[in-house]
């Protein structure tokens, strides 16, 4: 088991470029979320998926869009990127049966944007 | 407005020491709180705390939850440079946005030879 990927682990970026950041886990679980980490400022959601077909806005959705193209993959896309989405990118996955916690974390993407 | 504060938000002790870190939280409808290890990259899952006075334990590291004054502490005990990484501490309610947990801001430890 590989558990949660994401691809890519570092990526840079101009202002105004756009880019999508994979997640992929092979666990089955229901749930994947994408999470920012920014130094001082702790995980902040971004938004989740509660099962395939569903998506919904966390705390901070602006400027990103989210696809879960199925059960195993939930992509995170940058239309415009921005210097404040300067970041550590973080996946996580849950199963049903354990809620909204016990989150598995991919590796994460560290992404600059110039 | 949902919140969890971490203290101290860095610590340095020397192998061997005993040490303490603090989760304070203010959440509605109160579910469960969580503690991470976060080294190099990505973090890891150490307690899973839903029940008031039940210390949870793995070697060396114990938790325990007091949900009257709010609060959750996480101990290490006999340090090792193993031990050096942040500490996050997370809450999830119930209702809400299903997949929200709400963390602090981590506690970064670092253990000296």
């Known amino acids: 088991n590989a558990g949660v990927t994401q691809t890519p682990k570092f990526q840079v970026l101009k202002t105004g470029q756009s880019m999508t950041l994979q997640c992929a886990q092979d666990m089955n679980h229901n749930s994947m979320y994408w999470y920012r980490q920014d130094p001082g400022m702790g995980l902040r959601l971004i938004y989740y998926s509660a099962s395939e077909g569903t998506t919904d806005k966390g705390e901070v959705p602006n400027g990103y869009n989210v696809s879960r193209l199925n059960k195993r993959e939930f992509s995170l896309r940058l239309e415009s990127a921005a210097p404040s989405q300067t970041s550590v990118y973080f996946c996580?996955?849950?199963?049903?049966?354990?809620?909204?916690?016990?989150?598995?974390f991919g590796p994460g993407t560290r992404l600059t944007v110039t | 407005e949902d919140k969890v504060v971490q203290s101290p938000l860095s610590l340095v002790v020397h192998e061997g020491d005993t040490v303490t870190l603090n989760c304070s939280y203010e959440v509605t409808n109160f579910r469960s709180l969580l503690w991470y290890k976060q080294e190099k990259k990505a973090p890891t899952f150490l307690f899973m705390l839903t029940s008031s006075g039940i210390e949870k334990k793995s070697g060396r590291l114990s938790s325990i939850l007091d949900k009257k004054e709010l609060f959750s502490i996480l101990n290490i005990t006999a340090t090792q440079t193993g031990d050096s990484a942040v500490y996050l501490c997370?809450?999830?309610?119930?209702?809400?946005?299903?997949?929200?947990?709400?963390f602090g801001k981590g506690t970064k430890l670092s253990v000296k030879p």
């Open positions: 996580a996955s849950t199963p049903r049966d354990r809620g909204p916690y016990e989150q598995y």
């Open positions: 997370a809450v999830a309610a119930y209702g809400g946005s299903q997949g929200n947990l709400i």
